[in-house]
Structure formats: C-alpha cells, structure tokens
C-alpha cells in the first residue's frame, strides 16, 4: 500500500512540473512527431531539449555556474554539452549514466526527464496514474 501511495504522489508531482513547464512550451513534443517532415534534425532535437535546457539555465543561476563548471560535473566535455544546448545532438542520445547524472543535478526524476524530452508522453502519465 505504501508503494502505491508513493507512486500516485510521484505521478502527481510529474505531471504538475510537466504542465508547469509545457505550459510557456511553444511546440510540444507531440506536435513535433506530427510535423517531423518539415522539420531539419535540429530544430527537433532544439524542440525536444527546450525544457531540460530552461531546467540546466535555470539550476545553473541558482548555483552561479557556468556552463563550463557544468560539464565537469557531469564528466562530460565541455564541446558535448554545447552540442546538446544548440541542438546538434538530442538530450534523447544521452547514456543513461550522463542522464542520470543530469537528473541528479536537476533533482528530477528519470521518469520527469522521459517526459521532458518528450521519450514517453504526459499522456502516458497519465494513463498510468489512472490505473493507480
């Protein structure tokens, strides 16, 4: 029963977040699959990372730090952190060790980045937490 409790609390805090966030979105990642076609590599991948980036900025005014500082703590270069920024690679790429490592440093969830980046959907939260 307490699994279950804690579960429900978890899916209701995501999906606060993700609203929260989607919410100043200008394309959501639904959105995108529909228009994928007409759309380069890039501007997907800018899309698909526009609210972990808004999450890193955000963390990263808070902390004062870089960019630079950034990718150290994550144990990545500094050349790969710029490319996920300026969309040339997807957050979706990401290892799960780095992912973790950001959620970690975002003090989100895996499930929260997941539906940030668009690789599973509010949607599917939500039916989830229908079930619960």
Request: glycine letters at 4%; proline letters at 1%.
């Amino acid at each position: 029963m307490h699994l279950k409790v804690h579960f429900i609390h978890l899916i209701g805090g995501i999906m606060a977040h993700c609203h929260a966030v989607s919410a100043t979105q200008m394309v959501t990642p639904t959105e995108l699959q529909e228009h994928a076609e007409q759309l380069s590599q890039k501007q997907i991948n800018l899309a698909v990372g526009r609210d972990i980036k808004r999450l890193i900025r955000k963390k990263n005014r808070e902390r004062g730090w870089s960019l630079k500082e950034l990718a150290a703590e994550l144990n990545v270069s500094l050349i790969y952190l710029r490319s996920l920024s300026n969309g040339a690679r997807s957050f979706r790429s990401v290892s799960e060790a780095i992912r973790h490592r950001l959620c970690m440093y975002l003090t989100i969830s895996n499930l929260e980045f997941l539906v940030h980046t668009g690789e599973i959907s509010i949607d599917e939260v939500k039916s989830v937490a229908m079930k619960y």
